[in-house]
């Protein structure tokens, strides 16, 4: 059974783009389903002087990550921020399991010798 994980949109001086913010639930909904560790998501949008700034903080089972991404278009910054965190959250995964994996290949190396 896949747990979908909380999901927390915001926008921040600006109105609600509706564009952006389904484009950031699809997004969501797939990290959620890549890394069944998620239990939360919060983004919040909000216009800079610039264009916009989206802001990202994930949290699970010994996940917690944030980025933020730039971007013209707030539909744009929520990509950015989604890609940021997904590497993020790629790069935290793998970490976890390759540091068990070489802890069980140190311990298979000790009861050998």
Known sequence: MTRTPTVVISFKDMPVHEEARDALHLACG????????????????????????????????????AAQAQAMEPRQAAQRLIEALERQLRKSHEKRIFVARREAQLENRRKRS
């Open 30 to 65: 797939r990290l959620g389903e890549e890394f069944p560790e998620i239990t939360r998501i919060e983004v919040a949008v909000s216009a800079d002087g610039a264009g916009h700034a989206a802001h990202g903080h994930v949290t699970g089972r010994e996940t917690d990550v």
